[in-house]
């Protein structure tokens, strides 16, 4: 007598690894990203820095020591625990270190999603569980770099997939949220998700009137967690400004905080959530009040900044998943079909591990290698300043972009004009160098610098230093070095 369940659980077995085969792929899209195509982000270096004067003065508010033009009253580093393990992989493992963090962060968030389309559709719709893994990717997948947020959106992720998980087969696991809020407090603003997320179950929890009690307690419990951090205080305050009085925000000057509709990419990230919405509308009966309100909260931050999509992923993806009409998983079940994903995902292993950069590979070389014309560093131009310009005032004149690594790489010699973190100045320094239809050249007279460094295409202070008597004596592909007028001299006449 045979077992006719034998070949049905042979084929689920082959759905379930074409399933994971196919998210591999998916991952390995963000892991290629960050080896193949991105540099370092920026803010990496400022970060490094910051990390390294909390070593030396505790963890507490600090008043900056990078930037001659920042306010010098107590600012919050509220990433603070974040930018320890990034100076720790720095310091053991360098520039590669950072690398290969940031491809393991990706890889797991956007596998984390996945885990939690299995979670809400009880581990069926699979072929949709990929499409929404996929959506979930395209999301996110341009807002994640080696910085604090990160590994923030991949413990939030991880709390997502508990509580999702928890909807579905309830246990114990779900308070680990607890302790993954706390951690959270000490990496990145973001962690109010977590009271966010916890708050909606609860609405719909009493309009359904179940779970009110444990998602009360758990509420409870999350919003004393979020608070779990030395800089609670500041913290608070520097959320506030983000929201009400850092003009850098607010405007369209840095990419990641621009609407999510911005652009024409933005309009087609737009698009497919409608068609989300639409879909989840239609088969309003697979979600629960909870999910809904989830849903509406996340696409509310997304719509306030574009780099809240992310956010706004964790739970549209799963949703998408139960509620895009359902796609077959014949497809998955067939051998040949996991063959060639699985030949596919090693093929594309090998590509990446060939693209990363070996021991051999100085740090200068790799972050420019695209060229001049995409995001780059003035590597080149730090390395002739260092050698040649002695520090007189102390000072040198830089862009936005670059403040981090040049206070990073000139940092014991200069202090920058300005680095990536917005809320260490005022909204009238700003006004005079980023925000009107040109830089005021005052805000450059006031203080005496030693030295600038620009980035050779696209400079916004470029002709403004040139009219004021700056010249230039160095350059390359990437940046331009430019000093000070030469004083003038006088000479008494004789008798």
């Known amino acids: 007598m045979t077992d006719s369940s034998a070949p ?13 085969l196919l998210i591999g792929m998916i991952a390995l899209i ?5 080896v193949i195509n991105n540099t370092l982000d920026p803010d990496v270096f400022w970060h490094l820095r910051v990390a390294e004067q909390l070593d030396r003065d505790g963890i507490h508010p600090l008043v900056d020591q990078l930037s001659y033009m920042s306010m010098k009253t107590p600012w919050t580093p509220y990433s603070w625990f974040a930018e320890f393990v990034m100076r720790g992989v720095w310091q053991h493992h360098g520039y590669r270190g950072a690398i290969a963090g940031e491809a393991f962060m990706v890889a797991a968030f956007i596998v984390i999603i996945a885990l939690t389309c299995v979670a809400y559709t ?9 499409l929404a893994t996929a959506f979930g990717a395209f999301l996110s997948i341009p807002y994640l770099s080696f910085r604090p947020i990160t590994m923030a959106l991949v413990l939030l992720a991880l709390a997502t997939w508990l509580l999702v998980r928890d909807r579905r087969r309830p246990g114990y696991g779900v308070w680990l949220i607890v302790p993954i809020t706390a951690l959270l407090a000490n990496i990145h603003l973001c962690v109010i998700v977590v009271p966010i997320w916890v708050t909606c179950l609860l609405i719909g929890a009493v309009r359904e009137k179940k779970d009110v009690r444990k998602y009360a307690i758990l509420l409870a419990l999350v919003v004393l967690a979020s608070c779990a951090t030395p800089m609670l205080l500041g913290a608070v305050k520097a959320a506030w400004r983000y929201e009400s009085a850092d003009v850098m925000v607010s405007s369209d000057i840095i990419a990641e905080m621009r609407p999510v509709y911005y652009g024409w990419l933005g309009k087609v990230t737009v698009g497919l959530c409608a068609a989300l919405f639409v879909a989840a509308v239609i088969r309003r009966e697979r979600l629960r009040d909870g999910d809904w309100l989830m849903l509406i909260a996340g696409a509310l931050l997304m719509l306030r900044l574009g780099r809240f999509a992310p956010i706004f ?12 009409p359902a796609l077959s998983d014949r497809l998955l079940r067939r051998p040949i079909i996991a063959a060639v994903l699985a030949i596919a995902l090693v093929l594309n292993l090998v590509r990446i591990a060939m693209a990363f950069p070996g021991a051999d590979v100085p740090m200068e070389k790799w972050v420019n290698r695209r060229g001049p014309e995409l995001p780059s560093f003035p590597v080149g131009a730090a390395g002739y300043v260092d ?12 862009e936005f972009n670059a403040g981090g690594y040049l206070a990073w790489r000139l940092g014991e010699k200069f202090k920058v004009f300005v680095d990536g973190r917005t809320q260490c100045y005022t909204p009238r320094f700003w006004a005079a160098t980023y925000l009107g239809d040109e830089p ?9 610098a030693d030295v600038a460094i620009l980035p050779r295409l696209k400079s916004r202070f470029h002709d403004t230093l040139i009219e004021m008597g700056w010249r230039s004596v160095w350059h390359d592909d990437f940046a331009e070095v430019l000093l000070p007028p030469m004083p003038t001299t006088t000479t008494a006449p004789t008798e």
């Open 313 to 324: 992923a964790l739970i549209a993806a799963p949703v998408a998943a139960a509620t895009v």
């Open 122 to 130: 009880g581990g069926g719709r699979r072929l949709n569980g990929v």
């Open 8 to 20: 049905l659980e042979k084929t689920r077995d082959l759905a379930a690894l074409s399933f994971w």
């Open 30 to 34: 963000g892991v290629g990203k960050s």
């Open 440 to 448: 005021n050249a005052s805000v450059f007279e006031r203080q005496s």
């Open 387 to 398: 050698k040649n310009v002695p520090p007189r005032a102390g000072r040198l004149i830089n």
